[in-house]
Protein backbone atom coordinates (compact mmCIF):
# COMPACT_ATOMS: atom_id res chain seq x y z
CA UNK A 1 0.00 0.00 0.00
CA UNK A 2 1.34 3.61 -0.90
CA UNK A 3 2.08 5.50 2.05
CA UNK A 4 -0.14 8.53 2.98
CA UNK A 5 1.09 11.68 2.97
CA UNK A 6 1.49 13.30 6.31
CA UNK A 7 -1.34 15.68 7.18
CA UNK A 8 -0.67 19.58 8.31
CA UNK A 9 -2.72 20.12 11.54
CA UNK A 10 -6.04 21.95 11.21
CA UNK A 11 -4.81 25.59 12.72
CA UNK A 12 -6.65 26.04 15.57
CA UNK A 13 -9.69 28.49 15.57
CA UNK A 14 -9.55 31.30 17.80
CA UNK A 15 -12.67 32.01 19.33
CA UNK A 16 -14.27 35.67 20.20
CA UNK A 17 -14.04 36.36 23.60
CA UNK A 18 -17.33 35.54 25.75
CA UNK A 19 -19.59 38.66 26.61
CA UNK A 20 -19.24 40.34 29.24
CA UNK A 21 -22.79 39.56 31.35
CA UNK A 22 -22.02 41.53 34.14
CA UNK A 23 -21.36 44.88 32.29
CA UNK A 24 -23.76 44.28 29.69
CA UNK A 25 -26.53 43.99 32.72
CA UNK A 26 -24.73 47.37 34.32
CA UNK A 27 -25.37 49.10 31.43
CA UNK A 28 -28.63 47.93 30.92
CA UNK A 29 -29.51 49.09 34.62
CA UNK A 30 -27.42 52.34 33.93
CA UNK A 31 -30.34 52.67 30.96
CA UNK A 32 -32.97 51.80 32.72
CA UNK A 33 -31.98 54.84 35.57
CA UNK A 34 -31.58 57.28 32.93
CA UNK A 35 -34.77 57.18 31.87
CA UNK A 36 -37.32 59.00 34.04
CA UNK A 37 -40.10 56.91 35.81
CA UNK A 38 -43.90 58.21 34.06
CA UNK A 39 -46.86 57.06 35.91
CA UNK A 40 -49.96 56.90 34.42
CA UNK A 41 -52.52 58.86 36.06
CA UNK A 42 -56.26 57.56 36.89
CA UNK A 43 -59.18 59.14 35.08
CA UNK A 44 -61.37 61.90 37.26
CA UNK A 45 -65.15 60.16 37.42
CA UNK A 46 -67.21 62.84 35.60
CA UNK A 47 -63.94 64.80 33.61
CA UNK A 48 -63.47 63.30 30.23
CA UNK A 49 -65.75 59.92 30.90
CA UNK A 50 -69.35 59.25 30.65
CA UNK A 51 -71.91 60.27 33.02
CA UNK A 52 -74.28 57.71 33.88
CA UNK A 53 -77.76 59.94 33.15
CA UNK A 54 -76.18 62.31 31.62
CA UNK A 55 -78.36 64.44 29.19
CA UNK A 56 -76.25 67.71 28.36
CA UNK A 57 -72.60 68.19 26.18
CA UNK A 58 -69.74 67.08 28.31
CA UNK A 59 -67.41 69.47 30.03
CA UNK A 60 -65.22 70.96 27.54
CA UNK A 61 -61.77 71.62 28.42
CA UNK A 62 -60.36 73.52 25.18
CA UNK A 63 -61.31 76.71 24.38
CA UNK A 64 -62.58 76.38 21.30
CA UNK A 65 -64.73 74.01 22.85
CA UNK A 66 -65.97 76.24 25.85
CA UNK A 67 -67.17 78.75 22.74
CA UNK A 68 -68.95 75.85 21.27
CA UNK A 69 -70.32 75.08 24.16
CA UNK A 70 -71.40 78.22 24.70
CA UNK A 71 -72.45 79.18 21.19
CA UNK A 72 -74.96 75.61 21.67
CA UNK A 73 -76.32 76.55 25.02
CA UNK A 74 -76.65 80.56 24.73
CA UNK A 75 -77.33 80.65 21.05
CA UNK A 76 -78.81 77.86 19.14
CA UNK A 77 -80.99 76.33 22.28
CA UNK A 78 -82.63 79.60 23.15
CA UNK A 79 -83.85 79.89 18.79
CA UNK A 80 -84.59 76.66 18.85
CA UNK A 81 -86.70 76.75 21.86
CA UNK A 82 -88.70 80.30 20.47
CA UNK A 83 -89.25 78.69 17.26
CA UNK A 84 -91.07 75.31 18.62
CA UNK A 85 -93.05 77.06 20.99
CA UNK A 86 -93.64 79.54 17.98
CA UNK A 87 -95.31 77.39 16.02
CA UNK A 88 -97.16 75.29 18.87
CA UNK A 89 -98.92 78.08 19.45
CA UNK A 90 -99.81 78.57 15.83
CA UNK A 91 -101.05 75.66 15.51
CA UNK A 92 -103.19 75.46 18.39
CA UNK A 93 -104.79 78.94 17.68
CA UNK A 94 -105.53 77.95 13.99
CA UNK A 95 -106.96 74.79 15.43
CA UNK A 96 -108.74 76.56 18.00
CA UNK A 97 -109.67 79.56 15.36
CA UNK A 98 -110.54 78.56 12.29
CA UNK A 99 -112.53 75.19 13.02
CA UNK A 100 -115.80 74.42 11.24
CA UNK A 101 -117.57 75.48 14.29
CA UNK A 102 -115.60 78.63 14.80
CA UNK A 103 -115.14 79.95 11.46
CA UNK A 104 -118.13 78.24 9.44
CA UNK A 105 -117.63 81.14 6.66
CA UNK A 106 -114.29 81.18 5.35
CA UNK A 107 -112.00 84.07 4.47
CA UNK A 108 -111.43 84.09 0.86
CA UNK A 109 -107.83 85.88 1.25
CA UNK A 110 -105.18 85.00 -0.96
CA UNK A 111 -102.36 87.43 -0.10
CA UNK A 112 -101.23 89.46 2.49
CA UNK A 113 -97.96 91.71 2.27
CA UNK A 114 -96.93 92.15 5.52
CA UNK A 115 -97.10 88.77 6.51
CA UNK A 116 -94.99 87.65 3.65
CA UNK A 117 -92.40 90.09 4.05
CA UNK A 118 -92.32 88.93 7.51
CA UNK A 119 -91.86 85.37 7.75
CA UNK A 120 -89.63 85.52 5.11
CA UNK A 121 -87.30 88.54 6.65
CA UNK A 122 -87.48 87.14 9.79
CA UNK A 123 -85.99 83.63 9.09
CA UNK A 124 -83.12 85.65 7.03
CA UNK A 125 -81.77 87.75 10.09
CA UNK A 126 -81.93 84.76 12.67
CA UNK A 127 -79.85 82.93 10.22
CA UNK A 128 -77.50 85.61 9.89
CA UNK A 129 -77.69 86.09 13.46
CA UNK A 130 -76.43 81.89 13.40
CA UNK A 131 -74.07 81.92 10.99
CA UNK A 132 -71.70 85.28 12.13
CA UNK A 133 -70.91 82.77 15.08
CA UNK A 134 -70.69 79.54 13.99
CA UNK A 135 -68.55 80.94 10.79
CA UNK A 136 -65.90 82.09 14.24
CA UNK A 137 -66.33 79.31 15.36
CA UNK A 138 -65.41 77.24 12.67
CA UNK A 139 -62.37 79.79 11.52
CA UNK A 140 -61.02 79.04 15.27
CA UNK A 141 -61.50 75.26 14.93
CA UNK A 142 -58.87 74.80 12.01
CA UNK A 143 -56.68 77.79 12.73
CA UNK A 144 -53.56 76.75 14.43
CA UNK A 145 -52.26 79.39 16.75
CA UNK A 146 -49.00 80.10 16.91
CA UNK A 147 -46.48 78.80 19.08
CA UNK A 148 -44.75 75.64 20.79
CA UNK A 149 -46.79 72.65 18.78
CA UNK A 150 -46.45 69.02 19.37
CA UNK A 151 -47.57 66.74 16.11
CA UNK A 152 -49.53 63.25 16.89
CA UNK A 153 -50.48 61.79 13.83
CA UNK A 154 -53.02 59.46 14.47
CA UNK A 155 -54.12 56.11 12.18
CA UNK A 156 -57.79 54.54 12.48
CA UNK A 157 -56.76 50.28 12.17
CA UNK A 158 -60.02 47.70 11.95
CA UNK A 159 -59.84 47.54 14.91
CA UNK A 160 -57.31 49.53 16.74
CA UNK A 161 -55.64 53.28 16.78
CA UNK A 162 -51.31 53.66 16.18
CA UNK A 163 -50.31 57.02 17.24
CA UNK A 164 -46.99 58.42 16.07
CA UNK A 165 -44.66 61.54 17.06
CA UNK A 166 -42.50 62.71 14.27
CA UNK A 167 -41.18 65.35 16.36
CA UNK A 168 -40.17 63.34 19.52
CA UNK A 169 -37.88 60.31 17.88
CA UNK A 170 -40.54 58.49 15.89
CA UNK A 171 -42.42 57.44 18.78
CA UNK A 172 -45.09 54.74 17.64
CA UNK A 173 -47.88 53.52 20.30
CA UNK A 174 -50.51 50.61 19.42
CA UNK A 175 -53.25 51.26 20.81
CA UNK A 176 -55.88 48.54 21.75
CA UNK A 177 -59.11 48.18 23.80
CA UNK A 178 -58.30 46.35 27.39
CA UNK A 179 -60.82 43.21 27.41
CA UNK A 180 -62.42 42.51 31.08
CA UNK A 181 -61.25 40.62 33.63
CA UNK A 182 -63.48 37.80 32.80
CA UNK A 183 -62.70 37.25 29.16
CA UNK A 184 -58.87 37.70 29.24
CA UNK A 185 -56.86 35.21 28.22
CA UNK A 186 -53.72 33.62 30.74
CA UNK A 187 -50.86 36.14 31.25
CA UNK A 188 -52.97 38.99 29.31
CA UNK A 189 -53.44 42.47 30.74
CA UNK A 190 -56.90 43.21 31.51
CA UNK A 191 -58.80 46.43 32.51
CA UNK A 192 -59.13 47.95 35.93
CA UNK A 193 -60.87 51.00 37.45
CA UNK A 194 -57.54 52.81 37.40
CA UNK A 195 -57.54 52.39 33.19
CA UNK A 196 -61.11 54.19 32.56
CA UNK A 197 -64.60 52.52 32.30
CA UNK A 198 -65.78 49.32 30.46
CA UNK A 199 -64.87 49.76 26.78
CA UNK A 200 -63.31 52.65 27.22
CA UNK A 201 -59.71 51.08 29.01
CA UNK A 202 -57.07 50.67 26.45
CA UNK A 203 -53.58 49.41 26.82
CA UNK A 204 -51.67 52.60 25.60
CA UNK A 205 -52.97 56.14 25.44
CA UNK A 206 -52.11 59.06 23.81
CA UNK A 207 -49.89 61.74 26.09
CA UNK A 208 -49.90 65.14 25.37
CA UNK A 209 -48.61 68.30 27.21
CA UNK A 210 -51.25 70.69 28.78
CA UNK A 211 -51.29 73.87 27.50
CA UNK A 212 -49.39 73.30 24.35
CA UNK A 213 -51.32 73.52 20.55
CA UNK A 214 -51.34 69.66 19.76
CA UNK A 215 -51.59 69.14 15.91
CA UNK A 216 -53.52 65.84 14.85
CA UNK A 217 -52.78 64.30 11.64
CA UNK A 218 -56.10 61.74 11.27
CA UNK A 219 -55.94 59.06 8.60
CA UNK A 220 -56.64 55.64 7.95
CA UNK A 221 -55.20 52.06 7.00
CA UNK A 222 -58.18 50.22 5.71
CA UNK A 223 -61.47 51.96 5.78
CA UNK A 224 -62.98 55.58 7.32
CA UNK A 225 -63.04 55.72 10.79
CA UNK A 226 -63.88 58.98 12.73
CA UNK A 227 -61.32 59.96 15.60
CA UNK A 228 -63.55 61.49 18.44
CA UNK A 229 -63.30 63.12 21.63
CA UNK A 230 -65.87 64.73 23.33
CA UNK A 231 -64.79 66.54 25.81
CA UNK A 232 -61.64 68.19 23.29
CA UNK A 233 -64.71 69.07 20.91
CA UNK A 234 -63.21 67.19 18.71
CA UNK A 235 -64.56 64.71 15.97
CA UNK A 236 -62.64 63.96 12.76
CA UNK A 237 -63.22 61.48 9.86
CA UNK A 238 -60.08 59.47 9.41
CA UNK A 239 -59.93 58.58 5.59
CA UNK A 240 -57.64 56.24 3.80
CA UNK A 241 -55.03 58.12 1.49
CA UNK A 242 -55.62 61.40 3.26
CA UNK A 243 -54.72 63.52 6.15
CA UNK A 244 -56.88 65.81 7.86
CA UNK A 245 -55.91 68.01 10.58
CA UNK A 246 -57.27 69.55 13.90
CA UNK A 247 -55.79 71.30 16.92
CA UNK A 248 -56.37 71.14 20.63
CA UNK A 249 -54.96 73.31 23.42
CA UNK A 250 -55.73 71.66 27.18
CA UNK A 251 -54.99 73.32 30.14
CA UNK A 252 -56.20 70.68 32.02
CA UNK A 253 -54.47 68.07 32.86
CA UNK A 254 -56.41 64.85 33.05
CA UNK A 255 -57.79 61.47 31.08
CA UNK A 256 -59.96 61.93 28.44
CA UNK A 257 -61.96 59.29 26.55
CA UNK A 258 -63.49 59.02 23.28
CA UNK A 259 -64.21 56.39 20.84
CA UNK A 260 -64.32 55.52 16.72
CA UNK A 261 -67.61 57.53 15.80
CA UNK A 262 -67.57 55.86 12.31
CA UNK A 263 -68.64 52.33 11.10
CA UNK A 264 -66.28 50.76 10.24
CA UNK A 265 -66.46 46.96 10.62
CA UNK A 266 -67.87 44.08 13.10
CA UNK A 267 -65.89 45.72 16.24
CA UNK A 268 -66.25 48.79 16.01
CA UNK A 269 -67.53 49.66 19.13
CA UNK A 270 -64.53 48.39 20.33
CA UNK A 271 -62.08 50.85 19.25
CA UNK A 272 -61.74 53.11 22.26
CA UNK A 273 -59.49 56.52 22.66
CA UNK A 274 -57.41 57.32 25.80
CA UNK A 275 -55.81 60.44 25.52
CA UNK A 276 -54.15 61.68 28.76
CA UNK A 277 -52.86 65.26 29.34
CA UNK A 278 -50.14 66.12 31.63
CA UNK A 279 -47.98 68.67 32.58
CA UNK A 280 -44.94 69.82 29.91
CA UNK A 281 -42.56 68.32 32.71
CA UNK A 282 -44.25 64.87 32.91
CA UNK A 283 -44.23 65.01 29.00
CA UNK A 284 -40.99 65.31 28.70
CA UNK A 285 -40.55 62.21 30.82
CA UNK A 286 -43.10 59.93 28.99
CA UNK A 287 -40.94 61.23 25.63
CA UNK A 288 -37.87 59.74 27.31
CA UNK A 289 -39.24 56.59 28.79
CA UNK A 290 -40.36 55.62 25.54
CA UNK A 291 -36.98 56.07 24.07
CA UNK A 292 -37.80 59.44 22.05
CA UNK A 293 -36.11 62.90 22.38
CA UNK A 294 -37.34 66.39 22.71
CA UNK A 295 -37.02 68.59 19.95
CA UNK A 296 -34.07 70.35 19.99
CA UNK A 297 -32.15 68.18 22.40
CA UNK A 298 -30.06 66.58 19.02
CA UNK A 299 -29.20 69.34 17.96
CA UNK A 300 -28.23 70.65 20.85
CA UNK A 301 -25.97 67.65 21.21
CA UNK A 302 -24.63 68.39 17.73
CA UNK A 303 -24.04 71.66 18.67
CA UNK A 304 -21.81 71.02 22.13
CA UNK A 305 -20.17 67.72 20.28
CA UNK A 306 -19.43 70.42 17.52
CA UNK A 307 -17.84 72.78 19.66
CA UNK A 308 -16.41 70.40 21.87
CA UNK A 309 -14.45 69.52 18.89
CA UNK A 310 -13.22 72.71 17.57
CA UNK A 311 -11.91 73.20 21.31
CA UNK A 312 -9.77 69.89 20.46
CA UNK A 313 -8.72 71.33 17.14
CA UNK A 314 -7.44 74.51 18.35
CA UNK A 315 -5.70 72.17 21.47
CA UNK A 316 -3.75 70.33 19.31
CA UNK A 317 -2.96 73.15 17.08
CA UNK A 318 -1.21 75.20 19.70
CA UNK A 319 0.32 72.36 21.40
CA UNK A 320 1.47 71.78 17.71
CA UNK A 321 2.76 75.63 17.57
CA UNK A 322 4.27 75.90 20.54
CA UNK A 323 6.31 72.37 19.87
Known amino acids: MAPQPELAPAPEAELAPAPDVESDSAAAAAASEEAPAFEYAEPTEGIGTPVDGGMTLPEQVTEVGQEALWFHN?????????????????????VARFNRRSNPTPSKTTHNTFLEVLWTLVP??????IAIPSINLLQAQYNLPEGE????KVTGNQWYWTYEYPDHGEIMLISNMLPEEGDAQEGQRFRTDADGPRLLGV??????????????LVTAADVIHSFAVPAFWTKIDAVPGRLNERWVRVDRPGVYFGQ???????RHAFMPIAVEVVSPEDFER????????MPGADAETSDDAAEESATDTFAAEAAETAS
Open 74 to 94: ALLLPIITGISLLVLFLLLWV
Open 286 to 293: WVLAQGGS
Open 260 to 266: CSELCGA
Open 124 to 129: VLILVG
Open 203 to 216: DERMVIPAGTNVRF
Open 149 to 152: TVTV
